[in-house]
């Protein structure tokens, strides 16, 4: 196993604080189908316009981290010709605003010249290719990187649901497009780390949490609690023949040298992320397989950051968290509950060394792209940050009462 550590010297995950830090959603999914529209969180909410005034919102926030992402599918329009000329200008303000960026290098989404998307043969070649292109052309201004943002969900949406390109269904798809998605993340680090031997990698997983027997598509409980491990199972070299889920992913088209491949080149994230949201989490699954959200609080908190600590060892980071709700006291509730577990967990000696609100702002909910409703229909109110639409059609950034508390916490 392969491990690309960052430098000796302010590496900001050993100093032994609490890294505070707000998040861009930043979810793009180009591709337009027959009932199916583009879904570009960044032109959704404006940011390609308002993006000065969002980073100065962020920085504001009293927030010394931020998760944003690059579109690839805008940065490398053509395939091997990249354009930098709007990210030159983010990452220098980035650095005027005294953000360190850990960049999702890919959230969702992939470029439309790539035609199959992550079927392509090409996919880890060419997503490392341009990881290492941005990672080479902002040498200790861009440092910190995330090779893939919630790779099981990437999974399910792409390859078990058929809603993302490229549109599989079942297992059979869910675990194709894993394993693509695994070789892409360890191709990934490995070309940055080539660029940029300092970098540090911060891996994002979705905290998937499950009340009573039952797991998604028809896992046990138990099967269900290795599940969610498997991407990082796979990228850090753990699935070999005595995994529990080994024969799951041979059964469902695997293939035995990709599982071996992924062995030999394993790496090791520096920072292992999880998100956690309290209202949807967790998800209680009844007889006929279908998923209901259940409220959990700093409970799920607590046992998702102890699992993935038990499991990997690895300093953890709450990479997204936030909650979807108009009432504004809910979130300032949430802001505390988060700060006040996270603080009594640290005390416990569990090393949390970030905690993210994300998103900073409302988002557009992924329902966007299968419907037909105007956009505002499914504004969801994630935010510290409010979006209200003025008479002439603009997105104005209206900062909550959530949005005062939680700099008031992070700077106390």
């Known amino acids: 196993m392969t491990s690309t550590p960052?430098?000796?010297t302010n590496r900001w995950f050993q100093d032994g604080a609490l890294h505070h830090g707000v998040g861009i959603e930043d979810t793009f999914i180009p591709q337009e189908a027959p009932g199916r529209r583009p879904l570009d969180e960044?032109?959704?909410?404006?940011?390609?316009?308002?993006?000065?005034?969002?980073?100065?919102?962020?920085a504001a926030s009293g927030a010394t981290l931020i998760r944003w992402g690059v579109p690839w599918y805008r940065v490398e329009p053509v395939e091997g010709e990249f354009d930098f000329g709007w990210l030159d200008e983010v990452v220098a303000h980035l650095?005027?605003?005294?953000?360190?960026?850990?960049?999702?290098?890919?959230?969702?989404?992939?470029?439309?010249?790539?035609?199959?998307?992550?079927?392509?043969?090409?996919?880890?070649?060419?997503?490392?290719?341009?990881?290492?292109?941005?990672?080479?052309?902002?040498?200790?201004?861009?440092?910190?990187?995330?090779?893939?943002?919630?790779?099981?969900?990437?999974?399910?949406?792409?390859?078990?649901?058929?809603?993302?390109?490229?549109?599989?269904?079942?297992?059979?798809?869910?675990?194709?497009?894993?394993?693509?998605?695994?070789?892409?993340?360890?191709?990934?680090?490995?070309?940055?780390?080539?660029?940029?031997?300092?970098?540090?990698?911060?891996?994002?997983?979705?905290g998937f949490r499950w009340e009573g027997p039952l797991g998604p598509g028809g896992l046990t409980r138990e099967q269900a609690d290795e599940w969610r491990f498997l991407p990082v199972d796979l990228i850090t070299g753990r699935v070999d023949d005595a995994h529990p889920l080994a024969g799951y992913l041979l059964a469902?088209?695997?293939?035995?040298?990709?599982?071996?491949a992924l062995r030999r080149d394993a790496v090791l994230p520096d920072v292992m992320g999880v998100n956690y949201y309290p209202g949807f989490s967790t998800m209680q699954v009844d007889v006929d397989g279908h998923?209901?959200?259940?409220?959990?609080?700093?409970?799920?908190?607590?046992?998702?950051?102890?699992?993935?600590?038990?499991?990997?060892?690895?300093?953890?980071a709450v990479t997204e968290t936030s909650r979807s709700t108009t009432e504004v006291a809910e979130k300032v509730q949430w802001v505390d509950d988060l700060l006040g577990t996270l603080a009594e967990l640290r005390a416990d000696g569990l090393p949390v060394v970030g905690v993210f609100w994300f998103p900073m702002m409302d988002l557009y909910d992924w329902s966007y792209?299968?419907?037909?409703?105007?956009?505002?229909?499914?504004?969801?109110?994630?935010?510290?940050?409010?979006?209200?639409?003025?008479?002439?059609?603009?997105?104005?950034?209206?900062?909550?009462a959530?949005?005062?508390?939680?700099?008031?916490r992070v700077t106390g």
């Open 252 to 260: 469902h088209g695997a293939r035995p040298a990709d599982l071996a």
């Open 95 to 206: 650095q005027h605003l005294g953000l360190r960026c850990v960049v999702d290098l890919m959230h969702y989404g992939t470029p439309l010249w790539l035609t199959e998307s992550f079927l392509d043969p090409r996919y880890p070649e060419l997503v490392a290719r341009y990881a290492a292109t941005v990672a080479a052309r902002y040498p200790g201004q861009l440092t910190d990187f995330t090779p893939l943002n919630e790779p099981m969900v990437n999974a399910q949406w792409c390859g078990r649901d058929g809603r993302w390109p490229p549109y599989l269904t079942g297992d059979t798809g869910l675990v194709t497009v894993l394993v693509r998605l695994a070789l892409g993340m360890v191709a990934t680090q490995r070309a940055v780390a080539r660029v940029q031997p300092d970098a540090t990698f911060v891996h994002v997983d979705a």
């Open 291 to 316: 998923e209901h959200p259940v409220e959990s609080g700093t409970e799920g908190l607590r046992e998702l950051l102890h699992a993935y600590h038990d499991r990997y060892g690895l300093p953890l």
């Open 42 to 58: 960044y032109e959704l909410t404006q940011h390609y316009e308002s993006w000065r005034a969002d980073l100065e919102l962020a």
């Open 369 to 400: 792209r299968d419907g037909d409703e105007p956009a505002d229909a499914y504004l969801k109110p994630f935010g510290l940050v409010d979006l209200v639409r003025d008479d002439a059609g603009a997105l104005q950034r209206v900062p909550n």
């Open 6 to 8: 960052g430098p000796t």
């Open 402 to 408: 959530a949005f005062e508390h939680w700099r008031s």
